[in-house]
């Protein structure tokens, strides 16, 4: 591949001038601390940066460095995770912590293969904190830098297709200096100027040499596949509590959606809406009790689905006095901060419906 022409040096001018300060960022010839270079790419994972900044800093306020992360309850940084979603990502986050504390001393491994043996850690996490922790010279491409990519040099390949050839292209144009700024100096331009709609290609350094500026086609780019519609499912959750305030909570499998979380007992919401019979999802509750179903249904939104869950209630005198549950739980004073954000709702709406709580 003859080496493309792309101004690098222009980019990393305007990255010089435009570049946001963000708390997990520093400046060429500085490095990045390695801990909190991937505990922000972590987080970054299909989440805005807006929403990943006081997040970010709770966990190195709470956790300054990887040993303090290892050593936490995996229950203290689920609840700090809570609203990033995708809790598998928390769970490896702490597993991977544990690994570079327990095994490697405190100190992250600097291979590709070693970085990607970690827990949670794909080849393009393995490429940033190999770029931006470390300053080696690695191929590292996310969204933001595909689009810019595939508009520059007109790659109408297809996503997630298109990867390997936009990576080909990154490696020709990659300067070798200032290795761990380039790729951030890209997603800050991506972010600013090359945007996803209403690119302000006429502040574009490079708009005289970009294929899809020259053909008008710039929001053609990159080429997506077609979007599916967005399923929506239907499920139940059971919120029964004692005069004492304690509530029935159980802890869901480690595998699957919200993985390892505190919950409410809940059942068929992993189906499709059509498939979710709601006379007999009663019948799925932890125990007997009078348990009343609520007209409102909480609503919330995953990436790939939409859950609609209705609430079913109970008041319960005792939790002795409750028949043993067909599920392994526990009665405990409720901290919604502990609670996933689709059992925060289910737990506002119980309250709110329930004038016996409130004041809970």
Known sequence: MTKPVFASAELLSWYDRHG??????RR????????????SEIM?????????????????SRWPRIEDLADAPLD???????GLGYYARARNLHKAAKVVAEENGGHFPQTDDELRALPGVGPYTAGAIGTIAFGQ?????????ERVMARFFGISTPLPAAKAEIGRYYAAIMPDERPSDFPQALMDFANAVCTPKGANCRLCPFASHCTAFAAGTVEAFPVKPAKKARETRRGIAFVARAR??????????????????????STGWATRSEDFDSEAALDAAPFLAAWRRLDHRVQHVFTHFAVEMEVAVADISMP????????????????PEDLPSLMRKVW?????????????
């Open 20 to 25: 946001r300060n963000l708390p997990w960022r």
């Open 244 to 265: 004492s305030g304690e509530v029935f909570l159980v802890r869901r499998q480690d595998s699957g959606m919200l993985g390892g979380m505190l919950a409410f007992p």
């Open 137 to 145: 010279r690695r191929v590292v491409v996310d969204g933001n830098i």
């Open 348 to 360: 506002k709406a119980a309250k709110k419906a329930t004038t016996e709580w409130e004041g809970a």
């Open 320 to 335: 002795a006095d409750v028949a043993r549950p067909a599920i392994a739980g526990d009665w405990k004073l409720v901290r």
């Open 76 to 82: 203290d940084v689920l609840a700090a995770w809570a």
């Open 44 to 60: 970054l994972q299909q989440t805005l940066v807006s929403t990943v900044i006081p997040y970010f800093l709770d966990f190195i």
């Open 28 to 39: 060429w010839p500085e490095l990045a601390p390695a801990y909190h270079v991937w505990l």
